[in-house]
Nanobody
Framework: VQLQASGGGLVQPGGSLRLSCAAS????????IGWYRQAPGKQRESVAY???????NYADSVKGRFTISRDNAKNTVYLQMNSLKPEDTAFYYC????????WGQGTLVTVSS
């Protein structure tokens, strides 16, 4: 299955965005799908992932602000981002934590006033 992230944009500090990760096929049986980000000059890091049964995990830096969810009927995983900070600025990608694929272009989130 191929994954494509979208929904990025420019937002002011404290604002919200919802990212979407659309799969080319069914995600029903996929154990875990995750969101990652890479800021300029920094290494890519895991932001959150969601496993079968709805089990979720978040990086400490986004806990309480970001929420990951999956809609198996739409073959889509979402990342709701609230209370955004300038340090959240990065390219965001989705991928399979247990079977990493090529990273693709990602979607750019810029948090700035």
């Amino acid at each position: 299955v191929q994954l494509q992230a979208s929904g990025g944009g420019l937002v002011q500090p404290g604002g919200s965005l919802r990212l979407s990760c659309a799969a080319s096929g069914s995600i029903f049986g996929i154990n875990a799908i995750g969101w990652y980000r890479q800021a300029p000059g920094k290494q890519r890091e895991s932001v959150a992932y969601i496993a079968l049964g709805g089990i979720t995990n978040y990086a400490d830096s986004v806990k309480g602000r970001f929420t990951i969810s999956r809609d198996n009927a739409k073959n889509t995983v979402y990342l709701q981002m609230n209370s955004l900070k300038p340090e959240d600025t990065a390219f965001y990608y989705c991928n399979l934590p247990l079977a990493l694929q090529s990273w693709g272009q990602g979607t750019l989130v810029t948090v700035s006033s």
